[in-house]
């Protein structure tokens, strides 16, 4: 009677062992992607926005501090968007014509709010103030990045709780004096950042 | 009681006057074939058939009451305040319970060396795994919200949050999912022999093929026996302290808690015994059909029925014993809560369930002392229903009896199950029926090899003494 199996199968049996262990590693790599990739944090996503509002225009080229349009950002959880009205504040009288411009003139004349979409949405079982977190020494580009920067907005870092925790048993490595807190480009000393 | 009479009854030794293990007659061969005859046959009986079916009915409701439980939540079932736990808990600690006579026959009268246990293992250990299945399941479907069960699991999250390890729920994770893990490998280590047994007289390529595969390319060598039989004890001397810590773990749930008529330092061994008393009820209920359907009466013997008998005689003395401390206690401790959760349970509204309780798990069980009636297999199948059914309300007892009424008399409440808590506990009945029909039709339910060892022909005799005839 023939063998069941021919000598093939030895090498296929090893490789099984050998295949074992790929799989073990594929599904560590797959469950750790599932949650850190920034396809799932949404890290570096620019989001559609009914205006493509440009940070780097108005805080680089223009030099608006942050708390012109982010008004209650000291005084309250929400750090707020700014109102149609503080849009129309120059625009009413600049680039008036521009298409780009239309939502925001169609929002000032009709009072319908412009539908921006939020970027930095945590879940609501989360309770964050960006009071006091400005108020103790954390700048806007530790948590948010150079937004400067940002022709349009995006998600700098996870937001996920590890994240958050991370800087709450260390703080010393992200505090700034208060002075600094909405200078997008500091990167002071500290006692873990020594010059 | 001896008697000078010559025995005829071939399922008495004629020397001992004992009840043998295997009926004489049997040789390496007939063994074999009669037992891989069942899994190799390509005429699958319409018993099997009709069985199988009716099991698939039973996995249909299941799936249908747990996909309703996933969409419309655990509101579906009796639970509320403030018994917040029923019958999912007392299906799972249940289900756990008849699972840990089959570690008990495979494992603890291994290290004992009762040879009687061979013809009874590998069923007992599928029992085993197919029981822990439905268990398994509760823990997960009692969450409300069960898509987030892996947070059970001590993983790298990104919330940095790790589990709870002073709860003994987290216990029965880490518990429920070894016993799991430890008697599938057992289970199928101890198959390894019976499988290239299988392959070797499988006919068709594709069983050739399957069963070579699983089979691992057993060639029964020296260096084989010598492993497996070291590693078969090795598991033996692992699962013995695992099918003890287990059910404990599962009593701490209860024991942990400060709830009177839960709060009880004897609940990790009087849940162990009633483990192993409702485990054995249930292989009874298993092999006694079994042997009938496949003329396995010379194999799976009186002897066997009647040893099961007097483990479950012992185990239900010990939990017999659980009950008497636990109403001496609630007495003794001079504890108003005590006394008044130990006459809840009695004389309360739910009353009725403590004395069906005593009924099925005491009173009954008693008659097992008789020989007679140990020795009758339809009775013996009888009281081990009787027993499972008395297993089913202690944990009934315990969980929701203690719960209806407890400290706060504006808390006290009570339960009445609804269809789902029933369909879901009917239904685990059929995913258990509906896995052991499929082991039964496609793995080797009785240990070939060793019941060949049983054999007189696989012992080694002195050449002028002459072979003895019978077989243990």
């Given at each position: 009677?023939?063998?069941?199996?021919?000598?093939?199968s030895?090498?296929?049996?090893?490789?099984?062992?050998?295949?074992?262990g790929?799989?073990?590693?594929?599904?560590?790599?797959t469950?750790?992607?599932?949650?850190?990739s920034?396809?799932?944090?949404r890290?570096?996503?620019?989001?559609?926005?009914?205006?493509?509002?440009?940070h780097?225009h108005?805080?680089?080229?223009?030099?608006?501090?942050?708390?012109y349009?982010?008004?209650?950002?000291?005084?309250?959880?929400?750090?707020?968007?700014?109102?149609?009205?503080?849009?129309?504040?120059?625009?009413?009288?600049?680039?008036?014509?521009?298409?780009l411009?239309?939502?925001?003139?169609?929002?000032?004349?009709?009072?319908?709010?412009?539908?921006?979409?939020?970027?930095?949405?945590?879940?609501?079982?989360v309770?964050?103030?960006?009071?006091?977190?400005?108020?103790?020494?954390?700048?806007c580009?530790?948590?948010h990045?150079?937004?400067?920067?940002?022709?349009?907005?995006?998600q700098?870092?996870?937001?996920?709780?590890?994240?958050?925790?991370?800087?709450?048993?260390h703080?010393?490595?992200?505090?700034?004096?208060?002075?600094?807190i909405?200078?997008?480009?500091?990167?002071?000393?500290?006692?873990?950042?020594?010059? | 009681?001896?008697?000078?009479?010559?025995?005829?009854?071939?399922?008495?030794?004629?020397?001992?006057?004992?009840?043998?293990?295997?009926?004489?007659?049997?040789?390496f061969?007939?063994?074999?074939e009669?037992?891989?005859?069942?899994?190799?046959?390509s005429?699958?009986?319409?018993?099997?058939?009709?069985?199988?079916?009716?099991?698939g009915g039973?996995?249909t409701?299941?799936?249908?009451?747990v996909?309703w439980?996933?969409?419309r939540?655990?509101?579906?079932?009796?639970?509320?305040?403030?018994?917040?736990?029923g019958?999912?808990?007392?299906?799972?600690v249940?289900?756990?319970?008849?699972?840990?006579?089959?570690?008990?026959i495979?494992?603890?009268?291994l290290?004992?060396?009762?040879?009687?246990?061979?013809?009874?293992?590998?069923?007992?250990?599928?029992?085993?795994?197919?029981?822990?299945?439905c268990?398994?399941?509760f823990?997960?479907?009692?969450?409300?919200?069960?898509?987030?069960?892996?947070?059970?699991?001590?993983?790298p999250?990104?919330?940095?949050?790790?589990?709870?390890?002073r709860?003994?729920?987290?216990w029965?994770?880490?518990?429920?999912?070894?016993?799991?893990t430890?008697?599938?490998?057992?289970?199928?280590?101890?198959?390894?022999?019976d499988?290239?047994?299988?392959?070797?007289?499988?006919?068709?390529?594709?069983?050739?093929?399957?069963?070579?595969?699983?089979?691992?390319?057993?060639?029964g060598?020296v260096?084989?026996?010598?492993?497996?039989?070291?590693?078969?004890?090795l598991?033996?001397?692992?699962?013995t302290?695992?099918?003890?810590?287990?059910?404990?773990?599962?009593?701490?749930?209860?024991?942990?808690?400060?709830?009177?008529?839960?709060?009880?330092?004897?609940f990790?061994?009087?849940?162990?015994?009633?483990?192993?008393?409702?485990?054995?009820?249930?292989v009874?209920?298993?092999?006694?059909?079994?042997?009938?359907?496949?003329?396995?009466e010379?194999?799976?013997?009186?002897?066997?029925?009647d040893?099961?008998?007097?483990?479950?005689?012992?185990?239900g003395?010990?939990?017999?014993?659980?009950?008497?401390?636990?109403?001496?206690?609630?007495?003794?401790?001079?504890?108003?809560w005590?006394?008044?959760?130990?006459?809840?349970?009695?004389?309360?509204?739910?009353?009725?369930?403590?004395?069906?309780?005593?009924?099925c798990?005491?009173?009954?069980?008693?008659?097992?002392?008789?020989?007679?009636?140990?020795t009758?297999v339809?009775?013996?199948?009888?009281?081990?229903?009787?027993?499972n059914?008395?297993?089913?309300?202690?944990?009934?007892?315990?969980?929701?009896?203690?719960?209806?009424r407890?400290?706060?008399p504006?808390?006290?409440?009570?339960?009445?199950?609804?269809?789902?808590?029933?369909?879901t506990?009917?239904?685990?009945l059929?995913?258990?029926?509906?896995?052991?029909?499929?082991f039964?039709?496609f793995?080797?339910?009785?240990?070939?090899?060793?019941l060949?060892?049983?054999l007189?022909q696989?012992?080694?005799?002195?050449?002028?003494?002459?072979?003895?005839?019978?077989?243990?």
């Amino acid at each position: 009677m023939a063998q069941i199996f021919d000598r093939s199968s030895n090498a296929l049996a090893r490789m099984s062992l050998v295949l074992t262990g790929l799989i073990v590693i594929a599904l560590g790599v797959t469950l750790d992607q599932l949650q850190r990739s920034p396809w799932v944090t949404r890290q570096g996503q620019r989001a559609d926005q009914p205006v493509p509002f440009s940070h780097k225009h108005h805080v680089q080229g223009l030099g608006i501090q942050c708390q012109y349009c982010h008004t209650s950002v000291e005084k309250s959880s929400y750090a707020g968007i700014p109102p149609t009205r503080t849009c129309m504040n120059c625009h009413a009288q600049i680039w008036t014509n521009a298409e780009l411009l239309e939502p925001v003139r169609n929002s000032w004349a009709t009072g319908q709010s412009i539908v921006w979409t939020k970027v930095h949405d945590l879940p609501d079982f989360v309770y964050f103030s960006h009071e006091i977190h400005v108020n103790k020494g954390m700048g806007c580009s530790t948590c948010h990045g150079r937004v400067d920067e940002m022709p349009i907005m995006y998600q700098q870092n996870t937001l996920q709780m590890e994240w958050c925790l991370n800087c709450h048993r260390h703080p010393a490595a992200n505090i700034r004096p208060t002075s600094e807190i909405y200078n997008m480009a500091w990167t002071g000393p500290s006692e873990l950042k020594p010059e | 009681m001896a008697t000078k009479e010559p025995i005829n009854d071939p399922m008495l030794d004629p020397i001992t006057g004992e009840l043998r293990v295997i009926a004489p007659g049997h040789t390496f061969k007939s063994v074999t074939e009669k037992l891989s005859g069942i899994v190799l046959t390509s005429h699958t009986p319409l018993g099997w058939w009709g069985g199988f079916l009716l099991a698939g009915g039973g996995v249909t409701l299941l799936t249908v009451a747990v996909t309703w439980l996933f969409l419309r939540g655990t509101g579906i079932w009796a639970i509320t305040q403030p018994v917040a736990w029923g019958f999912a808990i007392i299906n799972f600690v249940w289900w756990i319970g008849i699972g840990h006579a089959g570690t008990l026959i495979s494992a603890i009268l291994l290290l004992f060396k009762q040879s009687w246990r061979n013809s009874i293992n590998r069923f007992a250990e599928a029992m085993t795994i197919f029981a822990v299945v439905c268990a398994g399941m509760f823990p997960l479907i009692h969450t409300g919200r069960p898509w987030l069960g892996y947070w059970l699991f001590p993983l790298p999250f990104t919330m940095d949050v790790w589990p709870q390890f002073r709860s003994p729920l987290l216990w029965d994770v880490f518990a429920v999912s070894t016993y799991a893990t430890i008697s599938v490998v057992f289970w199928y280590i101890g198959m390894v022999p019976d499988l290239a047994t299988l392959r070797d007289n499988a006919k068709s390529k594709f069983g050739q093929f399957f069963y070579g595969v699983i089979a691992l390319g057993w060639r029964g060598s020296v260096r084989h026996w010598v492993r497996y039989e070291t590693a078969s004890l090795l598991l033996s001397g692992l699962s013995t302290p695992l099918v003890l810590s287990v059910h404990t773990v599962i009593s701490f749930d209860f024991a942990v808690a400060l709830l009177p008529g839960w709060h009880t330092t004897i609940f990790p061994p009087y849940f162990v015994a009633g483990a192993v008393y409702s485990g054995f009820a249930m292989v009874l209920t298993l092999a006694i059909p079994i042997r009938k359907f496949y003329h396995l009466e010379d194999i799976v013997t009186i002897r066997h029925i009647d040893n099961m008998g007097k483990v479950m005689l012992v185990t239900g003395g010990i939990v017999a014993y659980g009950y008497g401390m636990e109403v001496f206690m609630a007495w003794y401790s001079a504890s108003h809560w005590e006394y008044f959760m130990m006459w809840n349970r009695m004389f309360g509204p739910m009353g009725w369930s403590y004395w069906v309780l005593i009924t099925c798990n005491i009173a009954l069980p008693q008659l097992m002392w008789l020989r007679k009636f140990r020795t009758n297999v339809a009775l013996m199948f009888i009281m081990s229903f009787i027993v499972n059914t008395g297993m089913w309300f202690e944990r009934f007892v315990i969980i929701v009896t203690s719960l209806t009424r407890d400290y706060l008399p504006s808390s006290w409440g009570t339960y009445n199950a609804t269809r789902w808590d029933y369909a879901t506990f009917i239904g685990t009945l059929g995913l258990f029926t509906f896995l052991f029909f499929l082991f039964i039709r496609f793995l080797p339910m009785i240990p070939m090899s060793e019941l060949r060892i049983l054999l007189p022909q696989a012992k080694i005799h002195p050449k002028d003494e002459p072979l003895p005839e019978a077989g243990d």
